[in-house]
């Protein structure tokens, strides 16, 4: 790395860069394609939702092998079309699975005809259960429902995050299926310290690195469609 940051194209599932030959990423925290098969769009940005979560997989493979450091976390943002098949890869791959969250929202379409998919899954794994950094006081902190004296107003949030980023939040660009930096900012905290690399093999719009960024750690950004290498360049250039 020349700089703080860097984004690349090409696919994780045959990234071999020798951006990070100095040093390991310290966390990998992605948000890869949900597989809808359908056409995203926002704006004059767009792209094919179809790559198979195989690829997807062997992506995150890559990326861990080649560039997670041994003290590292791995940590995927995901829906159930790739949640249930991502847990026992990685497993299988000499992982531990940590922990999970779910974040919820309010945006999306009203179903009719099945129940309604408004949540993601992030999971975060370790080479170990007795690896990898955790800062607690990362956590976010929600409204204590029962107030008690003695006690601060709020406290360490659940296992289940409610955010929701509107569609004319200043943050939001011009990219499909953006995610929101405030989902992203408590892993950064929590699983590394300033200066550490961070590294998302799919980086989409850049939030991921937008968060690292903010929060002094390094960032590499690697995806294989020229409008996110694009957009997210753009959006770091302006952090």
């Not at 990423?25 to 179809?50: C, N, S, V, W």
């Not at 750690?217 to 690697?222: E, K, L, T, Y």
């Amino acid at each position: 790395m020349n700089s703080d940051w860097e984004v690349v194209a090409g696919y994780a599932h045959e990234f071999s860069s020798d951006m990070l030959l100095e040093e390991k990423a310290r966390l990998i925290f992605t948000d890869p394609p949900f597989g809808t098969g359908k056409m995203q769009k926002r704006g004059e940005a767009h792209y094919d939702d179809h790559l198979r979560n195989d690829l997807v997989l062997q992506g995150i493979r890559t990326s861990v092998n080649k560039h997670l450091d041994e003290e590292g976390t791995l940590a995927v943002l995901c829906d159930y079309r790739l949640a249930y098949e991502l847990v026992p890869f990685v497993k299988k791959m000499g992982m531990t699975l940590r922990g999970e969250i779910v974040w919820q929202f309010g945006l999306g379409r009203p179903r009719s005809s099945w129940w309604p998919n408004r949540h993601n899954h992030i999971y975060t794994f370790t080479w170990g259960a007795d690896t990898g950094l955790f800062d607690a006081s990362a956590m976010p902190r929600e409204k204590r429902l029962a107030p008690k004296p003695g006690y601060p107003d709020d406290k360490p949030a659940g296992s289940v995050w409610d955010y929701t980023m509107s569609n004319t939040d200043p943050e939001r660009v011009e990219y499909p299926n953006q995610k929101p930096i405030a989902v992203i900012e408590p892993f950064i905290k929590a699983h590394t310290n300033p200066g550490d690399i961070v590294l998302d093999p799919f980086c989409g719009s850049g939030s991921t690195g937008r968060a690292a960024l903010k929060h002094g750690r390094r960032f590499v950004g690697v995806d294989s469609n020229y409008q996110a290498v694009k957009v997210a360049t753009s959006n770091l250039i302006d952090q």
